[in-house]
């Protein structure tokens, strides 16, 4: 594989920055959208989780179409065909975010659920058109399987940091508010997380380059697009284990308030579950992960992170809410898991563009990335409304400190065996990915061999 110069660590952490602006957006609807619609702005359970399976999905339909419109170059100037969208988009989907976590108290029932519905699919309009031009950004940095496994670790320290601050700021923020205090805190956070987003967008912006030129110069067709999906065999299996991980982590993370909240006894065991398990996580899937993939593979990597976490979150089920070091002690090692798989699904993705090009001659780094990213939050449509499903069939009352048996036990179900059962559905899924590292680094030079080929005729 040729390529002019390597990636410095400069592009590598600016790169993991705007993935840091990602997640202030993405962890704020994953940990505190579904609590905050059932406990503060008086949205039914079985209405709200409805709302954000249709919205996801809805999301995930519009990545595609982002993804069409930036692999024919809509938005290319002379700083790329991805980079201008992290400056131009940034700005609406951080005061989208603002506005999601402002319900109007004024509203009627029906009023709120209209309000929560527009905001919310604006948000995942906005979201789209920064993270698919985001996401694809790595193909065209580098052929590296290496330097991939590092941007993916990078996007991982960064995003998990992101979660971090977020955990910490909200936890001290947040404590003890409910009501229309927890309201005007949560409008305060939203707006100085706007503030910072914007700067992590623009250093991500500055410090990258796109690098790797597209084997076509033509706008594919519609009909040429989508048949070079449907014979990319490496990016359905990975599209499909992928779905069902975040399916998983989307089911935790909804429910970790709750289980905190309610099970554990008490909210402030919130921000120590997770720091207690997402730093660990972090940690080992950033700087093992790359040496494990260069060692084993990227397949073997997620193979073996889903298979630590989904035994994991099965443990969970079983064990006492009064002991809070065993559940740390089940939690830890499925952070890792399933962070170390994601390492590994980021890095696969970016290897799915080659595949696609090398089966066709097209070249799809927005399209592959959008139907990744589609069903990734088809997953977390799925994962993220199991807690309010299994809720909205029990006796759940919100802001009740002792919630009767069937909420408690709905509650274990969709932090520990709804992840578990996910879990071992992608581990199975992914034993079909068809690339090995050897048989990447030969395709790439067949694409390689092609284009000279080409430029000689």
Not at 365 to 384: I, M
Request: aromatic residues 10%.
């Amino acid at each position: 594989m040729k390529r002019e110069t390597p990636l410095r660590w400069h592009d590598v952490m600016s790169y993991g920055l705007g993935d840091m602006a990602n997640n202030l957006v993405f962890s704020m609807g994953l940990l505190f959208l579904l609590p905050y619609y059932t406990d503060v702005a008086g949205i039914g359970a079985a209405a709200a989780g409805t709302l954000l399976m249709t919205v996801r999905v809805y999301d995930a339909v519009m990545d595609v179409a982002v993804g069409r419109i930036v692999d024919r170059g809509r938005f290319a100037s002379r700083h790329g065909r991805f980079r201008p969208c992290l400056l131009w988009a940034a700005g609406p989907l951080l005061l989208f975010n603002m506005a999601v976590f402002s319900v109007p108290s004024g509203l009627s029932g029906t009023g709120r659920l209209v309000y929560a519905y527009v905001t919310y699919a604006l948000l995942g309009t906005a979201y789209s058109f920064v993270n698919i031009p985001y996401g694809s950004l790595a193909a065209a940095m580098t052929q590296s399987p290496r330097e991939r496994s590092l941007l993916a670790a990078s996007r991982t320290l960064m995003s998990t940091g992101a979660l971090i601050l977020l955990v910490l700021v909200s936890g001290s923020v947040l404590r003890g508010a409910q009501g229309e205090a927890s309201q005007e805190r949560l409008t305060m956070l939203t707006g100085a997380l706007a503030v910072v987003g914007m700067g992590l967008y623009g250093a991500c912006f500055l410090g990258t380059r796109e690098r790797i030129a597209r084997g076509t110069r033509r706008a594919a067709a519609w009909r040429d697009s989508l048949s070079t999906l449907a014979a990319n065999r490496a990016l359905r299996v990975l599209c499909l284990a992928a779905l069902c991980a975040l399916a998983g982590a989307g089911s935790s993370g909804a429910s970790a308030l709750y289980f905190a909240r309610y099970v554990m006894g008490d909210a402030g065991h919130f921000p120590t579950l997770v720091l207690a398990t997402t730093p660990l996580g972090t940690l080992v899937s950033v700087f093992l992960g790359p040496m494990l993939a260069a060692r084993f593979g990227r397949k073997a990597v997620f193979l073996s992170g889903m298979a630590v976490a989904a035994l994991a979150h099965f443990l969970l089920l079983f064990m006492p809410a009064s002991h809070p070091v065993w559940i740390i002690g089940c939690l830890a090692p499925g952070s890792c898991g399933l962070m170390l798989a994601m390492v590994a699904a980021w890095a696969l993705e970016a290897d799915t563009v080659e595949y696609g090009e090398w089966r066709s001659g097209l070249r799809l780094e927005g399209l592959n990335y959008a139907l990744f990213s589609l069903t990734r939050k088809c997953g977390l449509a799925l994962g993220g409304s199991i807690p309010a499903f299994l809720l909205a069939g029990t006796s759940y009352a919100p802001n009740l400190a002792a919630q009767h048996a069937d909420a408690l036990n709905a509650i274990r179900q969709a932090v520990a065996l709804a992840p578990a059962i996910a879990f071992s559905a992608a581990f199975f899924i992914m034993l079909r990915y068809p690339l090995s590292e050897h048989g990447f680094v030969n395709m790439v030079r067949e694409i390689e061999t092609r284009r000279l080929d080409g430029e000689v005729e």
